[in-house]
């Protein structure tokens, strides 16, 4: 169970670029990375309003001069300082996410970004080159995964529990979107506009959750091939999508959906993963991240519950609260970004044995998700049509 006591030699000096007052995921990256004393805030160039930026960075307890006006400010200002940044997170629109993390790398800080990581799978293998020449680490936030009863489900279907897995069935879907886009927010303009999205809008934005979660659960399947359709039902958004389904074929002949959306009306947010084995089911909403519903063909359904004793070892060692108490985002979140530190904390150290075992979401995942971005994009693009996973 985590407990608060400290994993890593001593706090990260931690900065941030983005994620400032009007930001949608700064809190998000904040309440992860101080939760356990494993980060401590010391710079950041928040805001591309500077002086926005510099009065939002000093309420939160920032130096004014570690206030920057620009990443390449921050960049030359902390490295000119002995006690300059060992890690930065990025929590900027998605076209500055391979420009960023190139320059941090090329100055020696390591890197935790958001996602969809890059726009091109080309980029990630030139950064993650980059990165292991210069011996560091780049975290990706899929802040989902931090959930204890995830690593439950990759736990059971690791030891066998379901059977030769066979149906793979997943949603994240939500309404904010239903309507135009008048009076939009700036986050929300950015993300529909492929000059700085990308070539996706609801397939990178939340689709990749999707995807790298089953990652985490389903490690030893491969896709083989998969048919994406897409549709912007809101057409100002074209060519980007606020809809699409995706399938796919895995290499044990499983079959999967995907299905994304920002135009579900009515709905609040959700995300559905059933997992379907030869010989049971898994079923995990992060509506309801404390309960894992366990259905064997045959008997009784199964309620299992977050922090209990039965649990597998893998999903009660990420437990914060205790099993009488409910776990939210947050807490996840702030799993996701202890172990991005102790990832930190062990290539300073050069302890390529721990890194070894060590998992969270990294370079390859993020680099992962942009693949699989890719294949959808290219399915979508020739009518909806079957293409090779490549």
Not at 231 to 256: C, Q, W
Not at 297 to 310: F, K, V, W
Request: net charge negative; glycine share 10%.
């Amino acid at each position: 169970m985590i407990n608060g006591e400290r994993t890593i030699q001593r706090p990260l000096r931690w900065g941030m670029i983005g994620g400032g007052r009007t930001g949608q995921v700064g809190y998000k990256h904040r309440t992860g990375a101080l939760r356990d004393g494993t980060y401590q805030l010391v710079a950041g160039a928040f805001d591309l309003d500077a002086e926005r930026g510099r009065d939002f960075g000093t309420n939160l307890g920032v130096s004014g001069e570690r206030c920057y006006a620009t990443y390449q400010a921050l960049i030359a200002g902390e490295t000119a300082r002995e006690d300059g940044v060992d890690v930065v997170s990025i929590a900027t629109p998605n076209f500055t996410h391979y420009e960023i993390t190139k320059a941090c790398l090329e100055a020696g800080i390591h890197v935790i970004c958001e996602k969809p990581l890059f726009f091109t799978v080309a980029e990630c293998d030139e950064i993650a080159a980059l990165a292991a020449s210069k011996n560091l680490i780049v975290g990706v936030t899929y802040g989902y995964t931090g959930h204890p009863l995830v690593r439950q489900m990759a736990a059971m279907v690791a030891k066998g529990m379901l059977g030769e897995i066979r149906i793979v069935d997943m949603q994240y879907t939500h309404g904010f979107n239903a309507g135009d886009d008048t009076d939009a927010s700036e986050a929300q303009v950015w993300r529909t506009n492929p000059a700085t999205a990308g070539a996706t809008f609801v397939l990178g934005d939340i689709g990749t959750h999707l995807y790298y979660l089953s990652e985490v659960v389903l490690p030893e399947l491969k896709v083989e091939k998969l048919l994406c359709d897409r549709k912007a039902f809101i057409p100002s958004r074209a060519p980007l999508e606020d809809h699409a389904t995706v399938l796919m074929h895995y290499d044990n002949g499983a079959r999967a959906r995907i299905w994304v959306s920002s135009v579900n009306a009515g709905n609040m947010g959700s995300q559905r993963y059933r997992f379907v084995g030869a010989k049971a089911s898994l079923e995990w909403s992060d509506s309801h991240p404390d309960q894992l519903i366990y259905e064997v063909q045959g008997e009784p359904c199964r309620i299992l519950h977050r922090g209990m004793a039965y649990l597998e070892e893998d999903s009660l060692a990420l437990d914060r609260m205790g099993a009488l108490h409910t776990e939210g985002l947050g807490d996840s979140w702030s799993n996701i970004y202890l172990w991005i530190a102790e990832a930190i904390d062990a290539k300073m150290r050069g302890d390529e044995a721990f890194l070894s075992t060590h998992r969270y979401p990294d370079l390859k995942a993020g680099t992962e998700g942009v693949r699989w971005l890719e294949n959808c994009v290219r399915s979508a693009e020739a009518g909806a049509a079957w293409v090779d996973f490549a």
